[in-house]
């Protein structure tokens, strides 16, 4: 079977969904590939931060203006992915205040909102917070729902017109001398190949732009960086909570819905799929991050998990640290003589947007074509849906109702009729694919008493036509992974409970 489109997005992240969107409204045909499902990489690993640009700003003050800009972008176009909590960048003892000064002026010189806030201030703002704080200043962080984010791009670029084949990897291209003239692909579901011609070919994979690229026998030079990250199994902090030192690891708390995560490391990589979070990382993580909020100490963690940076080298080598968090758009034609490809890379979940626009750009230059821009003046769809967290705690306190069927996961209070709508409407190939469109099995439990009910409703619909226990099971050694580096304590004990559940009721 032959597919024919104009564009072809290989990649199905933030940054891929933002090019689909950008290309549709601009009446551009294209289809987006995925190897997996959507948000599955970097995408779906995030710190769910809203930069101001505030890390960046001493460092990187080009990552720091597109970070700010884009912050006002989005606030706009995907207010129901956004809680607007702020942030502070507090000082330790330990740090310098010279620092601060430094940080002061480079967000004066890099357009980002601060204000500077006593000990007493910081602490009426934030109770939880080290009384051995110096000072702190205000900056307009928030917190972010990518998986949100990225399907709003995505509902809104099928609306117009956009394609996208979920599960299907890129194989081998057909080349053409200096020219791709269609890429091979494989339903990873059920084996079907097929040949996609398209005259131009976007490789928006992040982490695994290389191994795209090796297809085409290219290369570009880019370090992988892994970020391990931690959740608390409770709320801790109202706003984003940032070190005021330079980059390091644990110097950063994101409030995200009804938890906390803590983060980040910044560990060379060589592996983009097969890898872990150690057990050094999460003491490091605990000890960093406890210094600017005690009572982390003491607070059970629900998940580890990580992501891997793709960090462009921008001419130079040195830490991860050092490298910038901006981004690069790679026109092979020039670069390498192959002219019908782009790369698109680095950059953060709050530059998506401008690095879509970037690219979109290129190709209409490309094609001859002046269609501008319009994903900084409309909406994505849902804008004007509330999904804040005070609207789901007042829904969480009204009397129980049964209109929407039974409760499939009592952490988060997903009723069955939620899923089922979300199977109704969209044609999901694997279990991870509705976890990533609900908040099901992101709760205390972690999945360990509501994917068993899940599976149970895909049964009664008959929509499982594989094998569940093997489905079930693969989830579980996958939710392992996240839960093995903090199980200690109280969540050791639960971990043992689900382990007897599942091994007396599914004989595993």
Not at 349 to 355: A, E, G, I, K, P
Not at 448 to 464: P, T
Request: hydrophobic residues 35%; charged residues 25%.
């Amino acid at each position: 079977m032959d597919i024919q489109t104009e564009v072809l997005i290989v990649g199905g992240g933030a940054t891929g969904g933002g090019i689909a969107r950008d290309l549709s409204l601009r009446g551009i045909p294209c289809i987006l590939i995925e190897k997996g499902d959507l948000t599955s990489g970097a995408s779906g690993r995030n710190h769910g931060l809203l930069h101001s640009g505030g890390r960046y700003a001493v460092s990187d003050p080009e990552a720091a203006r597109e970070c700010i800009s884009e912050n006002k972008f989005l606030r706009r176009i995907a207010s129901h992915c956004i809680e607007e909590t702020g942030g502070l960048f507090i000082s330790l003892p330990e740090d310098s205040l010279d620092f601060r000064d430094r940080f002061l002026q480079a967000c004066e010189k890099t357009g980002i909102p601060t204000t500077p806030l006593s000990r007493d201030e910081a602490l009426e703002l934030e109770p939880e917070l080290t009384p051995d704080l110096l000072s702190a200043v205000k900056v307009p962080d928030g917190a972010i729902n990518p998986f949100e984010l990225v399907l709003g791009n995505v509902k809104d670029a099928e609306k117009h017109g956009a394609k996208f084949i979920l599960h299907t990897e890129v194989t081998s291209l057909l080349m053409d001398g200096g020219k791709i003239k269609g890429a091979w692909a494989k339903d990873l579901i059920n084996g079907e190949e097929y040949l996609i011609h398209a005259p131009y070919l976007v490789n928006a994979t992040g982490a695994w732009a290389n191994q795209f690229l090796k297809l085409a026998d290219l290369h570009i030079d880019l370090a992988l960086s892994k970020g391990s990250m931690l959740i608390t199994n409770q709320r801790l902090n109202h706003r984003v909570i940032n070190r005021c030192r330079p980059s390091s690891d644990g110097d950063i708390i994101v409030p995200n819905d009804t938890v906390s995560i803590l983060g980040t490391t910044s560990v060379r990589s060589e592996e983009v799929e097969s890898f872990e979070v150690t057990p050094s990382e999460v003491a490091l993580l605990i000890k960093e991050t406890g210094k600017m909020v005690p009572a982390i100490r003491g607070t059970r963690l629900i998940r580890a998990y990580a992501g891997i940076r793709p960090l462009f080298q921008f001419g130079g080598k040195g830490g991860d640290r050092e490298i910038s968090r901006g981004f690069t758009l790679i026109d092979h034609g020039k670069r390498d003589g192959l002219q019908n490809l782009i790369t698109i890379t680095g950059g953060k979940l709050v530059t998506y947007r401008l690095m879509a626009e970037k690219t979109s750009a290129l190709i209409c230059q490309k094609m001859g074509i002046d269609v501008p821009c319009s994903t900084h003046l409309k909406p994505l769809p849902g804008v004007s849906e509330s999904l804040k967290l005070k609207d789901r705690l007042k829904k969480i306190g009204q009397p129980f109702s049964a209109d929407g069927g039974e409760i499939l996961c009592d952490c988060e209070l997903i009723r069955r009729g939620e899923v089922e709508g979300i199977l109704k409407e969209e044609k999901l190939k694997a279990l991870q694919d509705i976890l990533h469109r609900t908040r099901l099995a992101k709760g205390t439990c972690q999945g360990g008493f509501c994917v068993y009910r899940l599976l149970g409703v895909l049964h009664d619909l008959k929509m499982m036509e594989k094998d569940s226990n093997k489905i079930l099971k693969g989830f579980l050694e996958e939710r392992w992974k996240g839960i093995r580096p903090v199980l200690w304590g109280t969540s050791l004990k639960e971990e043992e409970l689900i382990e007897n559940i599942y091994k007396g009721i599914f004989n595993f």
